[in-house]
């Protein structure tokens, strides 16, 4: 079955580490998104990109980077972690603009 | 930028109806949707409501939308302990560009 796919699930890092969070969906799907769940904030959209080799920033995305080599991929990368990005991470995609976004499992990142 | 509001909590007993209610401020909404998140897993997509649209049901979910008081409700009848997890409101605005714009959740909590 077609499905979106994250890794790790769990991760505990330092800061000032570079750390990739991985998203993988075979659904095709054009669009693919970047959340982060916090408590008291809900969820807010960090990268999203529309295609390969096309990526636009979201609402928090100070800090993050993606970049879109194939259809399937969407990694997101801290380039310095901070105590700050400790939260629950979650990949989405959609097949087109409008259509439904399905969620990956999500991401547990502590950076101490 | 567009907010969406959400209560925190509801407190239902078993075998009654839930109502959870979410307020919106974006008028070129164009798809609305309800997420549910049980503990520890990720988004899952329960139903969704395009903006020309009052209402829409599906099994034991009704969705209410007043569009000119920017108003969506998810009720979910005969609610069961299975039931218990937070309900996400989400709106696309009418770009479909910034991805989906998060209520905080509500928290729905069965009791016996």
């Known amino acids: 079955d077609a499905e979106i796919t994250q890794s790790p699930r769990h991760k505990i890092t330092e800061t000032g580490r570079q750390v990739t969070l991985a998203c993988h969906q075979t659904?095709?799907?054009?669009?693919m998104f970047w959340y982060r769940q916090d408590l008291g904030h809900g969820l807010r959209l960090i990268h999203y990109s529309y295609g390969v080799h096309d990526t636009n920033k979201g609402e928090v995305s100070d800090g993050y980077s993606v970049s879109r080599s194939n259809t399937e991929d969407l990694p997101l990368t801290l380039e310095s972690a901070a105590s700050s990005q400790t939260s629950v991470y979650f990949c989405?995609?959609?097949?087109?603009?409008?259509?439904?976004?399905?969620f990956g499992p999500g991401t547990r990142l502590l950076v101490l | 930028g567009e907010d969406v509001e959400q209560s925190l909590f509801l407190s239902v007993r078993e075998g009654d109806s839930s109502v959870i209610n979410c307020t919106y401020t974006?008028?070129?909404?164009?798809?609305l949707y309800w997420y549910k998140q049980e503990p520890g897993a990720g988004l899952q997509l329960l139903t969704y409501?395009?903006?020309?649209?009052d209402m829409k049901q599906d099994q034991r979910l009704t969705v209410l939308l007043n569009k000119k008081d920017k108003h969506l409700s998810l009720r979910i009848a005969d609610t069961q302990t299975g039931d218990s997890a937070i309900y996400f409101c989400a709106e696309m605005g009418g770009g479909g560009a910034d991805g989906l714009t998060f209520g905080k959740g509500t928290h729905l909590i069965i009791q016996p």
């Open positions: 409501i395009f903006s020309n649209m």
């Open positions: 659904w095709n799907h054009n669009n």
């Open positions: 989405a995609s959609s097949v087109r603009l409008f259509e439904t976004q399905y």
């Open positions: 974006d008028s070129s909404s164009t798809y």
